[in-house]
């Protein structure tokens, strides 16, 4: 079979170049179009059921609510493991499944069994937003030079026009809102006029209900037209809440402004933001109230796609569609990220390519042949774009720095190499066909048993499961349609390029290295079977030097692979029983101390959780993020990054109490999101 693949290329070369060229353009497109992950999604299939009670504890919450739901989910099909946090006044349960079911399913799943656990009166299990670890794509603050927008301005406009505006971008699932004062209209009773008049707070809060509704009443027909009848009650204002009447005492109407008075004022806060914008003079620009929200992107979107569509989103908002002097301002993009990897994946392998072809020349001695064979790498490249853009497989920095030049051009070499030996020392002995024919049928089995070998070698990763799984798999398949495209090349099309390549006398300049190296490793090989025993036993030590290296702990490792995000996360765990004002001091000084470091760029910080319970923390747990410089601008004090952290852990170590941690935001999420089964209940 393959001697015929091999002579029908022969025969039909223009064909075959014809498919090349075709091969080639066809995997141009599929590169362009390839999404680029900077980082792969390695988190399982899960659904996140959030159920808020404020004013509750943690004991209570555990009680009535986290038991309840868990019982219920216990029995969903495929799951693996359920972790939940009870905190006060909140409940969140994580469901995870295997491989087995789809995302839409496993969610459906928790919505049919969470309805059928008895909740305390007014509380709603919600399903959390649908997306992965890796799927915070942009976090952005709403800053504003404009005196009529503070903080609750701010807050309200987020709330209620920002969210639906980035919602409206297909493959944005949500947008966690952080920070920001929400603004309420609080009545604030006087108890002892409650006490003369007579009036509990459930009939106040029954009147005010009663009082803030519409009435449907039919329709009355006028002419040729149907007027519809309708009674408008639902309150506009402070002054519309105030004049609501609450009881009537001898014909007189006691109303709401008589028993208290009636404002607006922010809602008690779970959280709270801060931000310090660092400039290249070193002055800081720093505001303890900010409102920030996280931009979320459906599991299994492309983020390419979506990122582009955000930005135009974006460019609507700051151009128009927000008030005057309010901008959003985007502090981490996650475009930054994987235009910064698909630049360093490109120059890696122009790099590579350029270094395999000088190599090539040197050692081949010959420019034609050292052509032939270079042409492999980029085609075995764009050849298994194609097939991961017919599999919808996202390349990542991960996959295509797995792909070794010298295992692809490997059977091009063999190939080429021989066609040359046999065009150089059968000239005028046989036709150039029969020559080229014979050399190619030479070592066409060896190098076809050669790269299917390798191809075998990855089959143990294709069997991996789950996390390990999502990781690896998509380098084991840029690896092997890499080397079918390799082989591909070495059997059909390197042969043809051949013929039309070397009909001419092949000159080939010995380089004096390689004779150097060859006549050295025969004297090496003479002298090695004159010491059997010696070689072996040398052999023996260096295999069990090998696996001591291997599973001795000498070397370190890691199971996921480091990816410079440019940022850090910086994490400050309280005492759990610290309270807002204790966590607010901590991240108004932290954040100036990381924000007088030269290297940074900006500083956010934030302390407890959002008002939508999506992330299960308190107030004793702090978090930055801080961005960095470019590496060129940093002092040279600090060589590497872990030098950076370990001078800001020395500053902040100065904070009694405090236990902290360092990290990056993209790498926090996902090791969170990895970490083995808990349940936490905190007070």
């Excluded at 569609?321 to 502090?331: D, E, I, Q, S, W």
């Excluded at 993009?333 to 392998?349: A, E, F, I, Q």
Aim: glycine residues 6%.
């Amino acid at each position: 079979m393959i001697r015929y693949l091999v002579d029908l290329a022969l025969r039909s070369r223009i064909m075959v170049l014809s498919l090349a060229v075709i091969l080639f353009v066809w995997g141009a497109i599929s590169f362009h179009n390839l999404p680029i992950e900077a980082y792969p999604d390695v988190a399982d299939t899960y659904a996140q059921v959030i159920t808020q009670w404020p004013g509750h504890a943690a004991e209570e919450i555990e009680q009535q609510i986290t038991v309840p739901l868990e019982v219920q989910l216990n029995g969903v099909p495929h799951l693996t493991h359920l972790r939940s946090v009870s905190l006060a006044g909140l409940s969140v349960i994580t469901t995870i499944y295997d491989d087995d079911i789809t995302t839409f399913s496993a969610r459906q799943e928790v919505l049919n069994r969470i309805v059928l656990a008895t909740m305390p009166t007014g509380v709603s299990p919600t399903l959390g937003p649908d997306y992965s670890p890796t799927g915070q794509i942009m976090f952005y603050t709403l800053t504003s030079t404009n005196p009529k927008y503070d903080a609750m301005e701010l807050k309200t406009l987020q709330d209620w026009f920002v969210l639906n505006q980035l919602k409206s971008v297909p493959n944005v699932v949500s947008v966690n809102i952080f920070g920001g004062p929400t603004r309420e209209y609080q009545v604030q009773l006087d108890p002892g006029k409650l006490v003369s008049y007579g009036l509990s707070l459930s009939q106040v809060e029954q009147a005010l209900s009663n009082n803030n509704i519409n009435a449907g009443g039919g329709f009355i027909e006028r002419g040729q037209q149907a007027l519809n009848v309708r009674a408008v009650g639902l309150m506009k204002n402070t002054d519309d809440i105030a004049a609501t009447v609450a009881k009537v005492v001898n014909g007189t109407p006691v109303r709401i402004r008589d028993l208290g008075s009636v404002v607006q004022a922010p809602k008690v806060r779970l959280g709270h933001l801060g931000k310090a914008i660092r400039h290249e003079d070193g002055t800081i620009v720093n505001d303890d109230d900010v409102v920030e929200g996280i931009v979320l992107l459906r599991k299994g979107a492309e983020a390419d796609t979506t990122l582009d569509a955000l930005h135009k989103k974006i460019n609507e908002l700051n151009n128009g569609l927000l008030p005057a002097g309010v901008k959003f301002v985007p502090h981490l993009d996650r475009s930054d990220l994987v235009h910064y990897t698909t630049r360093t994946v490109l120059r890696n392998l122009t790099d590579g390519v350029l270094l395999v072809t000088l190599i090539l020349f040197l050692f081949l001695g010959n420019v034609r042949s050292a052509l032939v064979v270079t042409i492999t790498i980029p085609f075995s490249l764009l050849f298994a774009a194609i097939l991961l853009d017919l599999r919808h497989i996202p390349a990542n920095l991960l996959s295509l720095g797995a792909l070794d030049f010298g295992m692809v051009v490997d059977g091009s070499v063999v190939m080429v190499e021989n066609i040359m030996r046999h065009a150089q020392f059968s000239r005028g002995k046989k036709s150039f066909f029969q020559t080229l024919s014979i050399a190619a049928h030479e070592v066409q089995r060896p190098v076809f048993f050669a790269r299917l070998i390798i191809i075998v070698s990855y089959l143990p990763i294709f069997t991996l499961q789950r996390v390990e799984g999502r990781l690896f798999s998509p380098m084991a398949w840029t690896v092997a349609f890499a080397l079918l495209g390799a082989l591909i090349f070495a059997l059909l099309i390197a042969p043809v390029l051949c013929s039309f390549l070397f009909q001419d006398e092949i000159k080939e300049w010995r380089n004096p290295a390689l004779e150097w190296l060859n006549r050295t490793y025969g004297r090496t090989l003479d002298w090695c079977f004159d010491h059997t025993k010696l070689t072996l036993g040398l052999g023996v030590v260096a295999l069990a030097l090998v696996l001591f290296f291997a599973f001795g702990g000498v070397i370190g490792s890691e199971f996921l692979p480091h990816l410079d995000e440019s940022a850090i996360w910086v994490r400050g765990t309280l005492a759990p029983s610290s309270g807002p004002s204790t966590g607010l001091a901590l991240i108004n000084q932290a954040r100036l101390v990381l924000a007088n470091f030269p290297e940074v760029k900006q500083v956010v910080s934030q302390v407890g959780r959002p008002d939508d319970g999506s992330d299960a923390s308190g107030f004793y747990n702090t978090e930055f993020f801080v961005d960095l410089l470019p590496r060129a601008k940093w002092r040279t004090e600090f060589k590497t990054k872990e030098d950076l952290i370990a001078s800001m852990d020395a500053e902040l170590s100065k904070f009694a109490g405090v236990d902290w941690n360092f990290s990056q935001p993209i790498s926090d999420n996902v090791e969170e999101a990895v970490s083995p089964t808990f349940a936490v209940r905190g007070y």
